[in-house]
């Protein structure tokens, strides 16, 4: 119940920012959320309470996702605060109850929305070695050859399920599909992200452009201003796969690359020589 007060109120803040009273009620019921949530998870997860687990789990990743403003410098790719990042590594907290719960999981009340987010064309267990069907400029910025595996290359199973989202259509329908990306990360992933390696941030940065399209209330302002951080970070690389990869998820949120606006600097002169021509 908590969860449910507290979600109901974290929207009420998103639309009327400014009430201190709405922001005081949002901290208490937050803060009572995890506390029983963390409790009823020591004490055992059983038949009896998945479901309570699943739906409190759910609220507080939506809690957890969550950015009050647009503001790309409080993202962790300006800081070396592991902490920041807990907005993503949280996500995993499903797939913790879900491993758990295996044997009752068809029995429980969410059964048939954890199925509705599954598509029939989309193969989230999609871990076949090498370079076949993915692109070949994500693959090259991955350094994925035709050995590499799940398990030496700590970028082909989060590219792999990346690869299968870019097939469906950009919009909130997506959604659910969508967070099932960031709910299935590896810790080795998790620690190239920290470690602000380019191409762990170029793929984050493509599941982020795919999320600005969503533009739901929780999700807009994280995903803007995590992926225009990872814009501002790197568009100053010197790896031309690098600023190619970025232009996607440049756009997407609303972010003007340094190399895009000289590129159509030059374009423009062009043209106006051929005008005066």
């Given at each position: 119940m908590h969860a449910i007060i507290g979600i109901a109120t974290s929207h009420l803040c998103s639309v009327v920012p400014n009430n201190s009273q709405y922001r005081i009620t949002e901290a208490h019921h937050w803060a009572q959320a995890i506390r029983q949530y963390a409790d009823e998870v020591s004490s055992g997860i059983n038949k009896g309470n998945m479901d309570k687990l699943y739906s409190t789990c759910l609220l507080l990743t939506v809690h957890s996702f969550m950015l009050p403003e647009f503001n790309p410098r409080s993202?962790?790719?300006?800081?070396?605060?592991?902490?920041?990042?807990?907005?993503?590594?949280?996500?995993?907290?499903?797939?913790?109850?879900?491993?758990?719960?295996?044997?009752?999981?068809?029995?429980?009340?969410?059964?048939?929305?954890?199925?509705?987010?599954?598509?029939?064309?989309?193969?989230?267990?999609?871990?076949?070695?090498?370079?076949?069907?993915?692109?070949?400029d994500f693959a090259d910025l991955c350094g994925i050859t035709e050995s590499s595996t799940v398990d030496n290359n700590p970028y082909l199973w989060p590219?792999?399920?990346?690869?299968?989202?870019?097939?469906?259509?950009?919009?909130p329908r997506s959604s659910q599909t969508y967070n099932m990306w960031m709910g299935r990360l590896e810790p080795e992933y998790h620690a190239c992200l920290l470690a602000k390696d380019p191409p762990a941030l170029v793929l984050l940065a493509w599941w982020l452009a795919l999320v600005c399209h969503v533009d739901?209330?929780?999700?807009?302002n994280r995903a803007r201003s995590e992926c225009t951080a990872i814009c501002m970070l790197l568009e100053d690389s010197l790896d031309p796969l690098v600023l190619k990869l970025l232009e996607f998820p440049a756009e997407s949120c609303g972010y003007l690359l340094r190399h895009v606006q000289e590129r159509t600097a030059l374009e423009f002169q062009d043209d106006l020589l051929l005008v005066c021509e």
């Open positions: 993202s962790f790719v300006f800081s070396n605060d592991p902490t920041t990042l807990n907005w993503l590594l949280l996500q995993s907290g499903l797939r913790y109850l879900l491993e758990r719960t295996g044997p009752w999981m068809s029995e429980s009340m969410w059964w048939a929305t954890f199925m509705d987010s599954r598509v029939p064309d989309i193969d989230f267990e999609d871990n076949r070695p090498g370079r076949v069907d993915l692109d070949p590219l792999r399920m990346l690869s299968w989202l870019l097939v469906l259509e950009m919009s739901e209330w929780w999700v807009v």
